[in-house]
Nanobody
Framework: QVQLVESGGGLVQAGGSLRLSCAASGRTFSTFPMGWFRQAPGKEREFVAAIRWSGGNTYYADSVKGRITISRDNAKNTVYLQMNSLKAEDTAVYYC???????????????????WGQGTQVTVSS
């Protein structure tokens, strides 16, 4: 079992920055990849970014490349999502997820993740 708790969401103006955190507990955090997804109102949940267990490799959705950075601190059992140059279209509930089955290096599909946090709201005002 893995428990994930996101924090750091809030209201920010367009062009601003936010850093989301996701604290994990329950299993050895450093052994599996982590990801971030988001769901905007009226839309399906979409992939944002993923990071390998070691933190050495990352993968991003095209829509966020160059503006968003995923990182992890295995000593703190935490994964981060640094979001810069935020746009109104980044408004969504952001979820972190863990892929503990050991089948993928940088999973990008919802089905490849088996644990999810409760989500944190990010609202970007234009």
């Amino acid at each position: 079992q893995v428990q994930l708790v996101e924090s750091g969401g809030g209201l920010v103006q367009a062009g601003g920055s936010l850093r989301l955190s996701c604290a994990a507990s329950g299993r050895t955090f450093s052994t599996f990849p982590m990801g971030w997804f988001r769901q905007a109102p009226g839309k399906e949940r979409e992939f944002v970014a993923a990071i390998r267990w070691s933190g050495g490799n990352t993968y991003y959705a095209d829509s966020v490349k160059g503006r968003i950075t995923i990182s992890r601190d295995n000593a703190k059992n935490t994964v981060y999502l640094q979001m810069n140059s935020l746009k109104a279209e980044d408004t969504a509930v952001y979820y972190c997820a863990a892929a503990t089955l050991g089948r993928w290096v940088l999973p990008s599909r919802e089905s490849e993740y088996d644990y999810w946090g409760q989500g944190t709201q990010v609202t970007v005002s234009s």
